[in-house]
């Protein structure tokens, strides 16, 4: 039987980071104000391994936000070494981490392998140098290549994340930037699309008028192709869309943008859409279609789009699950 992975995530904020891209207010987009101490660190394992299977499963403890190795390697070296005990006991199996492109060395890869380290996320964003530089991201593509095989060179995963609707993006661009992220070996992405955060440069772009973020329309329908170049690399997608921390889910942090509770479930709505379109050319009345069991809530579609979609042509529509069926496969019986 396969193992659940579980992460434990925990919040690092920009402390570590010098840069301001242009869209991130790194502690807004956490919910976190300051760096985690060894005790909160502690406490946030503890409680996560109280509430994950203690069979059949592997848990890393995760790194998550700023640029872990902007960091001093003393300063690494104590946040690492804090899962030294669990490692032990083998309640936790390694760690991950994310991190920029260009804070990337031999250096710092030799650290990180000592310490436990399995995998590490670079924030690519795109590999499209006029949008890295106008996004102010501060490396070019060049560095994620370079970063990218040293990573996969040492023997670690590497996750690529990518962001759609960045200042200059264009769909043809990103789907440039997810197929470069599976040529890099990346055997894990996340898609973010592009949001305004308050108190970022981009909210005074947007409130200037000089940028406009994807429409949700846009961003569900690039996800859409992107996702399925990711799944026929067999790159695993973590991540649709924001982390839903509490400060954007009460809107007070979000000024514009594509953000959706159910965004990952919109954007699998989209593919099925895309398929059963075709079946508007059947000469009938009624339709029954099977799909796989764990396909079927996208497949009749987010608040049954799809369905009323194929309604409009069938005076009815059916959708039965079919456990032999696998991946989007489906039978009109
Ligand atoms: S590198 Fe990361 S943490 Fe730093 S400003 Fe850019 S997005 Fe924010």
Redesign the pocket.
Known sequence: MKKKHFNIPVFIP?AA?P???IY?N?RKISGKLHLPDALEINNIIEDHLTTLPKKDATVELAYF???FTGFTSDVQKNFLNLVNPYIRSGEISGIRLST?PDYINPEILDLLKDHHVKTIEL?AQSMDDEVLKKSK?GHTARDTEMAANMIIERGFNLGLQMMIGLPGDTFEKSLYTAQRITELGATETRIYPTLVIRDTILEKHYLEGRFEPLTLEDAVSWSAELLQVFEEAKVKVLKLGLHPSEGLLSGSDLVAGPWHQSFRELVLTRIWRQKLQLLLGLDSETVCIEVPSKEINYAVGYGGSNKKMLLQKFISVEFNTNAQLNQRSFNII
């Open positions: 920009e980071c840069f301001q891209c991130c790194q936000g700023g640029n920029r924030g991201r």
